[in-house]
């Protein structure tokens, strides 16, 4: 399965990092939509949208990128990082009406200084593990079975 992973990494590299380990083990083509804000994505049998979680919303990088670039009758996937809990709404809003097939979703923790966070140091210190990077690996492999 030719895949791409269209990711906004902006705060602390965490979602940077799960992405680049699926890529590394998988081959999967990456898009940093902070920096390429259109691409044709026509050649590519899945599709991921992947973000650190943002006042409970995507990055808007990646929003704005799949609804543009996101063409009809894809397989889909999306991936998030986030300081309290996971939330896909915002993606799942842009991604509707594509009559798009959501292969699955992965999330995990990441590390978090964000407003009041700051103050005491951050949560998720370490996070993501080495763990979480293999369990979004496996994520990725069960999609391409």
């Known amino acids: 399965m030719k895949s791409v992973i269209i990711y906004a990494s902006t705060h602390h590299g965490n979602t940077k990092k799960v992405v680049e380990a699926i ?9 940093d939509a902070t920096k390429v ?5 026509s050649g590519y049998d899945a599709i991921g949208f992947a973000s650190g ?7 808007q990088s990646v929003l704005n990128f799949a609804s543009v670039n996101l063409p009809e009758d894809k397989k889909i996937f999306y991936i998030c990082t986030y300081g309290a809990k996971g ?5 799942e809003k842009v991604t509707a009406g594509r009559n798009a ?6 999330g995990c923790k990441g590390y978090n200084t964000f407003g009041p966070f700051k103050l005491i140091g951050g949560t ?3 996070c993501p593990t080495e763990k979480d990077l293999q369990a979004a690996v ?6 391409d079975k």
Do not use: R
Request: proline share 2%; charged share 30%; aromatic share 14%.
């Open 23 to 31: 890529s590394k083990e998988c081959g999967v083509d990456l898009v």
């Open 37 to 41: 804000p259109e691409k044709d994505l």
């Open 53 to 59: 979680i943002y006042a409970s919303k995507f990055h």
């Open 87 to 91: 939330s896909y709404k915002s993606i």
């Open 101 to 106: 097939t959501l292969l699955g979703t992965f």
């Open 124 to 126: 998720g210190k370490g």
């Open 138 to 143: 496996d994520f990725y492999k069960e999609l």
